[in-house]
Every structure is written in structure tokens, then in C-alpha cells.
Nanobody, 123 residues
Framework: VQLQASGGGLVQAGDSLRLSCAASGLPFSIYAWGWFRQPPGKELEFVGAISLSGASAMYAASVEGRFTISRDNAKNTVYLQMNSLKSEDTAVYYC?????????????????WGQGTQVTVSS
């Protein structure tokens, strides 16, 4: 199983960025997908997740209304659209997967993790 996250970079506050996570080696459509992040010197934190069907999503309060998760089952890829970026969004971002949408905000419960992609927002 491989989860390849990409799309990170250095942007200015107020800019937008879209992260991608391409998956292989697992049946993408039967998994819920999520994003976590780890700011410098801080713990890993939940960002958001999308259900198997894509009909439901949940977000951390800190990103609600600014970030949007979507999935493309045909491309085995999940996306994180990040708008109105703030300096506090600076972090390494990770994608993760599990068959249970209800546990997607619990990092210890998830089955698969990708490598991180760095997002740096300058103020």
C-alpha cells in the first residue's frame, strides 16, 4: 500500500493551495480518507475527512469554511483544497485512510498513512 501526498509548498497568507494524495495497493473506493497535520513543535492534529461515498465530510474547527476535502475514485486520489491560508496552517500534512468514517478524526485508529508534504505559509 502506498499513499503519496504532494502539492505542498511555500505560499503567502491569504493564498490557496491544493494537496493531493494518490493511493495504490488498496481498493480506494471502500475507504474513507482524511488529512492530518503537524505544526512545528506540536502534536499531530486532525484536519478533515471524507466518507466512502464522498457525501459526508468533517473538519476541524480551525479549518472549517476554508478547507475542502474531495475525492476522485477514478483517479484513486483525495484532495485537500486550502483557501485563505494563515501562518498557523504551516505544518507537515499527512493523508490517511480507514474503512470507518466515524474514526477518521482518531489518529490511533487509522489503517494507512502517507508520507507528509510540507506547507509553509508566510505572513
Amino acid at each position: 500500500v502506498q499513499l503519496q501526498a504532494s502539492g505542498g509548498g511555500l505560499v503567502q497568507a491569504g493564498d490557496s493551495l491544493r494537496l493531493s494524495c494518490a493511493a495504490s495497493g488498496l481498493p480506494f473506493s471502500i475507504y474513507a480518507w482524511g488529512w492530518f497535520r503537524q505544526p512545528p513543535g506540536k502534536e499531530l492534529e486532525f484536519v478533515g475527512a471524507i466518507s466512502l461515498s464522498g457525501a459526508s465530510a468533517m473538519y476541524a474547527a480551525s479549518v472549517e469554511g476554508r478547507f475542502t476535502i474531495s475525492r476522485d475514485n477514478a483517479k484513486n486520489t483525495v484532495y485537500l483544497q486550502m483557501n485563505s491560508l494563515k501562518s498557523e496552517d504551516t505544518a507537515v500534512y499527512y493523508c490517511a485512510a480507514d474503512k470507518r468514517f466515524g474514526v477518521m478524526d482518531r489518529r490511533e485508529a487509522l489503517s494507512y498513512w502517507g508520507q507528509g508534504t510540507q506547507v509553509t505559509v508566510s505572513s
